[in-house]
């Protein structure tokens, strides 16, 4: 069973930073894609950010490009999302995503196979 626990949301105002954590137990972390999706109410869920098993691979979505930075630690079975620069748009539930199947960086939700329950980030003016 791989369970995925995300950590780091928040209020913050804009132009402010967070990072968000997301620890991954169960299987082997180093082998699975990461990704990072978010959900604001009333709008369907939306890619942010994903990353290769080894980290050296990134993509992001075009409205988080030079503000936000996916990472990971392949020793620690985590991934985090450094977020700066926040906006008000920004915020949402923010949830981490694996994908276990050796795919590529997919920005589609149906990529991935396992789920955190989120965490919230709320961006005030």
């Known amino acids: 069973q791989v369970q995925l626990v995300e950590s780091g949301g928040g209020l913050v105002q804009a132009g402010g930073s967070l990072r968000l954590s997301c620890v991954v137990s169960?299987?082997?972390?180093?082998?699975?894609?990461m990704g990072w999706f978010r959900q604001a109410p009333g709008k369907e869920r939306e890619f942010v950010a994903a990353?290769?098993?080894?980290?050296?691979?990134?993509r992001y979505a075009d409205s988080v490009k030079g503000r936000f930075t996916i990472s990971r630690d392949n020793a620690k079975n985590t991934v985090y999302l450094q977020m700066n620069t926040l906006k008000p748009e920004d915020t949402a539930v923010y949830s981490c995503?694996?994908?276990?199947?050796?795919?590529?960086?997919?920005?589609?939700?149906?990529?991935?196979?396992?789920w955190g329950q989120g965490t919230q980030v709320t961006v005030s003016l």
């Open positions: 990353i290769s098993w080894s980290g050296v691979s990134t």
């Open positions: 995503a694996a994908d276990s199947n050796w795919g590529t960086e997919s920005t589609t939700w149906a990529a991935y196979d396992y």
């Open positions: 169960g299987r082997t972390f180093r082998s699975f894609v």
